[in-house]
């Protein structure tokens, strides 16, 4: 372990310095508190500085200038995919797409993909805790192609029921599932469901938008044939994000978006198409912000994600020993309650005070959490709530963050006179 990976596990180091916003006051003089990377996380200053260096220094179109900052650009482009695939531990960085988001890369997924091998009759395989983006796809996919979608059942707490799985499987092409649940905390089982799925003759596409920003992923150990990111839960800039593939499924797939970039020769009747990663990156990409998420990559892992999982999953055992002193005031904790099994994410309810209300005292006390369904409306419905109170972690948090939030939900108690 390195000297500043043990620190961040200590709690020594102030990382908090590495992120300019965690030093700015809110107007009422307050502190930030920030406990909403689950939403989208701070940036630290290096990337702040690759995106400005871009722009200052040599930015330039990529894939076809041949003068030295075109030259640059398209090296450091290029050299931000290499980082994404060691990241994921992809065979190689022609298995990374660059997206805008998540959300685009599981669309590309349901357009390319889907539209080339689903058809009448087909099962696509979902659970039921999805963020509306792993799921929506879908559901047209499913109009388009006259196929059906099933879904895994969750248990009350959030956790993921496989008893059923086999049979769920019979028909099935496609599972899309969540490697960690945005609302609930609750980390999946993807590498059994990737093995049962196979041995069914389904693949397997794996939401890691709220996994690859806190604990390691390996996309081959895991057997993913699909793997998604957004850069912007995991300290990297907005608009840019990753689809990873197994070569085989890319190249056969049919391009997604058409244009400039994507061919390898266009006449006026047709055009043929480039190769890997290039057939999915229709246009001039997000340059200075994939080289930006590059610079984030380095920055997670001058910490490793070993250590940053370590360190949110003491911070997540420090805040249910606390929180547990508010449960017998009416204080509600959903999915499951055990570090191991959860991710830096905590959704509760406050007995019956209304989920925007708690976030908005919180919010008078420079507390950040999010309040609502987070985009799993189907999974609020399962568990019978209306909306939750959302407080997420990450590296730059620590136990002072989650004494602030007791302190910010007793404030709550009192003005709503909760015994
Ligand atoms: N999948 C999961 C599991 C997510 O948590 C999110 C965003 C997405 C996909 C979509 O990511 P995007 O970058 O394409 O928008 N989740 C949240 C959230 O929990 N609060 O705000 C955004």
Known sequence: MSRTASALVAGERDVRADFPILGER????????????????????????????????????????????????????????????????????????????????????????????????????????EHHSNLVPWQLLAERSGSRLRFIPVNDRGELQLDTLDALLEGCKLVAIAHVSNTLGTILPIAEVVARAHAAGAIVLVDGAQAAPHMPVDVRALDADFYVLSAHKMLGPTGIGVLYGKRALLDAMPPFLSGGDMIRSVSYERSTFNELPWKFEAGTSNIADAIAFGSAIDYLEGYGMENIRAHERALLAYAFEGLGALEERGLAI??????????????????????????????????????????????????????????????????????????????????????
């Not at 009422?28 to 722009?55: F, H, M, N």
């Not at 290499?82 to 298995?95: C, D, H, T």
């Open 26 to 129: 809110t107007s009422r003089g307050k502190r930030l508190v920030y406990l909403d990377s689950a939403a989208t996380s701070q940036k630290p200053t290096v990337v702040i500085d690759a995106i400005e260096r871009y722009y200052r220094e040599y930015n330039a179109n990529i894939h076809r200038g041949v003068y030295e900052i075109a030259a640059r650009a398209t090296d450091a482009f290029e050299e931000a995919r290499a980082k994404v695939a060691r990241f994921l531990n992809a065979a190689e960085s022609a298995e990374i797409i660059w997206t805008r988001n998540a959300t685009e890369a599981i669309n590309l997924v349901a357009w390319s993909w889907g539209g080339a091998n689903l058809h009448e009759g087909d099962v696509i395989l979902v659970s039921e805790l």
């Open 334 to 419: 959903y999915g499951p309650h055990d570090p191991e099994r959860s991710s830096g994410v905590i959704s509760m309810n406050f007995a019956d005070i209304h989920a925007h209300d708690l976030a908005s005292i919180l919010d008078t006390e420079g507390i950040c959490i999010r309040a609502g369904h987070h985009c799993t409306m189907p999974l609020m419905g399962r568990l019978d709530l209306a909306a939750t109170a959302r407080a997420s972690f990450y590296l730059y948090n620590d136990r002072s963050d989650v004494d602030a939030l007791i302190t910010g939900l007793e404030k709550a108690a009192a003005i709503f006179r909760l015994s």
